[in-house]
Nanobody, 122 residues
Framework: QVQLVESGGGLVQAGGSLRLSCAASGRTFSSYAMGWFRQAPGKEREFVTAISASGSTIYYADSVKGRFTISRDNAKNTVYLQMNSLKPEDTAVYYC???????????????WGQGTQVTVSS
């Protein structure tokens, strides 16, 4: 069982930056791949980025490539999402997720956080 708690969301102007954190419970965090997804009002939850358990494999959605960076600190049981050059279309609730294998689809992830709101004003 893995429990996930996101933090770091907020309101930022276009072009600004935010760093999201996702803290995981349990002693097996280093065994889990981690993903970030987001859901805007009226839209499906979509993939943003994912990192393998070791950190050696990383995927990004095309919409965030070059602007967002995922990283993890297994000693702190935490995964981060650094978001730069934010755009109004990045506005969404951001969720972190965990699973044994890294994937790009939301139905591949067994554990989810409660989400954190990111709002980018124009």
């Amino acid at each position: 069982q893995v429990q996930l708690v996101e933090s770091g969301g907020g309101l930022v102007q276009a072009g600004g930056s935010l760093r999201l954190s996702c803290a995981a419970s349990g002693r097996t965090f280093s065994s889990y791949a981690m993903g970030w997804f987001r859901q805007a009002p009226g839209k499906e939850r979509e993939f943003v980025t994912a990192i393998s358990a070791s950190g050696s494999t990383i995927y990004y959605a095309d919409s965030v490539k070059g602007r967002f960076t995922i990283s993890r600190d297994n000693a702190k049981n935490t995964v981060y999402l650094q978001m730069n050059s934010l755009k109004p279309e990045d506005t969404a609730v951001y969720y972190c997720a965990a699973d044994r294998r890294v994937g790009l689809r939301k139905n591949e992830y067994d554990y989810w956080g409660q989400g954190t709101q990111v709002t980018v004003s124009s």
